[in-house]
């Protein structure tokens, strides 16, 4: 079965940057894409960015437009997400995740998740 390890989650300022990483394993020849997804606390988990295996397509949520990039490492079998001019808001627990939907931007839509990894803005 497949499976995701995420890292790269930390303490940071407002106006820093982080990359968080995620390690994929198992037999991917199903999968689709894969997406970051994020849970604020006492919050429903929200899609942020998402890229497509083999094009690398990628799409994103409004929030992180322009400030986060997604994006793979085929050889590694590694998923990346960039983020700069973090903001207090993207405080989050981030989480990567496999869909073989060609477009599900939802949570209900992806198959396989990794453990998470804490991502903490300062003001």
């Known amino acids: 079965q497949v499976q995701l390890v995420e890292s790269g989650g930390g303490l940071v300022q407002a106006g820093e940057s982080l990359r968080l990483s995620c390690a994929v394993s198992?037999?991917?020849?199903?999968?689709?894409?894969m997406g970051w997804f994020r849970q604020a606390p006492g919050k429903e988990r929200k899609f942020v960015a998402r890229?497509?295996?083999?094009?690398?397509?990628?799409n994103y949520a409004d929030s992180v437009k322009g400030r986060f990039t997604i994006s793979r490492d085929g050889a590694k079998n590694t998923v990346y997400l960039q983020m700069n001019r973090l903001k207090p808001e993207d405080t989050a627990i981030y989480y990567c995740?496999?869909?073989?939907?060609?477009?599900?931007?939802?949570?209900?839509?992806?198959?396989?998740w990794g453990q998470g990894t804490q991502v903490t803005v300062s003001s």
């Open positions: 890229i497509v295996r083999v094009s690398g397509s990628t």
């Open positions: 995740a496999t869909t073989e939907s060609p477009w599900s931007t939802v949570e209900a839509g992806y198959n396989y």
């Open positions: 198992g037999p991917t020849f199903n999968t689709y894409a």
